[in-house]
């Protein structure tokens, strides 16, 4: 007969999911006066922009060519917002990405600080309300994991500079273009010539600032540590949470469960004990497909009913509990609600090597 049918979705997105974390989609903002264009566009390629956006100006153009170069992969898609400025705002363009699905947004190449910090206010508002979205904006200390703050000046590629706002196309792409199973630490940017050069102790000190940064090594021009702009850290919120490679885990696994549910579990099952159990099958199931993908660390990822919510629910309730054994708890009835708990490991990359060499 097989399994459910539940325990099976969750099972082949836990499988596919290092397909899809393979390539990212970006969301772009664009201020063109181009009248015809004003509204969103959807290309997967490059090679796209001269047949769907032919009359683009020619710097928005360049901007999206620079997004399409990525890293190991190209983004997979680029969700573009065209707005003229004027009737349609950039308030305009954040009203249209609230109902879609992205990996990370960046605004115009000449953003301002007043719209970059206004963008920003809007990612964390965003995934407050569990819509996982982020952002690449330009010296933004943004203090939050959804932000990388890009803040590298200077940039050149050949005779070309770039500010890092006219840079930031790039670097979105670059962390599109970068799969889970790595972190875009060290990703090389071979079209760079030459940026602001920095000490060995102001890159660290910019990586601990949250900024994501580029530098010259004497070869080449490479991405700094890839983190993201959070450095207020919590008990919640610890250091895993300045990663961006940690982070889009994260941001995956909650929107991969959350619409799993959502479309192949709530309203669809009775409350019942058995049911509570299946859910918690499926999503095992789902963690340990990322276990096979080299995501989560082999073995360690554990989903069950959380005991202390079910109790102090029952309790709320009128239910005594004092008389109730564990099982009993498990067993009862929670109304409408399931509650669960779970562990996990993100694996990390490698990015800090120490050698002792005996002579």
Request: hydrophobic fraction near 40%.
């Amino acid at each position: 007969m097989g399994m459910p049918n539940i325990s099976i979705v969750f099972k082949q997105l836990g499988i596919t999911a290092v397909q899809r974390s393979e390539k990212g989609v970006l969301a772009m903002i664009l201020v063109d006066a181009a009248g015809a264009l004003q509204g969103g566009h959807v290309l997967t390629s490059a090679a796209e922009i001269a047949t769907k956006l032919s009359t683009l100006g020619v710097d928005n153009k360049e901007t999206l060519s620079r997004a399409f170069t990525g890293y190991i992969y190209p983004p997979r898609k680029i969700i573009v917002y065209i707005i003229d400025g004027e009737e349609t705002t950039l308030e305009t363009a954040l009203n249209y990405f609230a109902t879609q699905q992205f990996d990370y947004l960046v605004g115009p190449p000449d953003i301002d600080s007043t719209d970059a910090a206004a963008i920003a206010l809007w990612i964390k508002s965003e995934r407050l309300n569990d819509h996982m979205a982020k952002a690449v904006l330009p010296s933004v200390a943004a203090d939050h994991e959804g932000i990388v703050n890009f803040a590298t000046d200077a940039i050149m590629a050949g005779e070309t500079e770039y500010t890092a706002s006219e840079f930031c196309s790039r670097i979105a792409g670059l962390i599109a273009g970068t799969p889970m199973t790595i972190s875009a630490t060290y990703a090389p940017l071979p079209e760079v010539t030459d940026c602001t050069r920095l000490t060995k102790a102001d890159m660290d000190d910019a990586v601990d600032a949250g900024k994501f940064i580029i530098w010259h090594d004497g070869k080449q021009v490479l991405t700094g540590r890839a983190v993201n702009s959070l450095v207020t850290t919590s008990q919640e919120k610890g250091s895993k949470f300045q990663k961006i490679k940690i982070v889009e885990i994260m941001d995956m696994i909650k929107n991969d469960i959350g619409t799993t549910a959502r479309q192949s579990y709530i309203g669809k099952y009775a409350n019942s004990y058995d049911n509570k159990c299946l859910l918690i099958t499926a999503i095992k199931g789902y963690l340990e497909g990322l276990e096979l993908g080299g995501l989560l660390a082999r073995g360690a990822s554990t989903v069950a009913i959380n005991m202390a919510k079910q109790e102090a629910y029952l309790k709320d309730q009128g239910k005594d509990t004092s008389t109730m054994t564990e099982q009993e708890i498990k067993e009862a009835d929670t109304d409408s609600i399931v509650f669960l708990e779970a562990s996990i490991r993100i694996l990390d990359a490698i990015e800090d090597i120490t050698l002792d060499f005996t002579i």
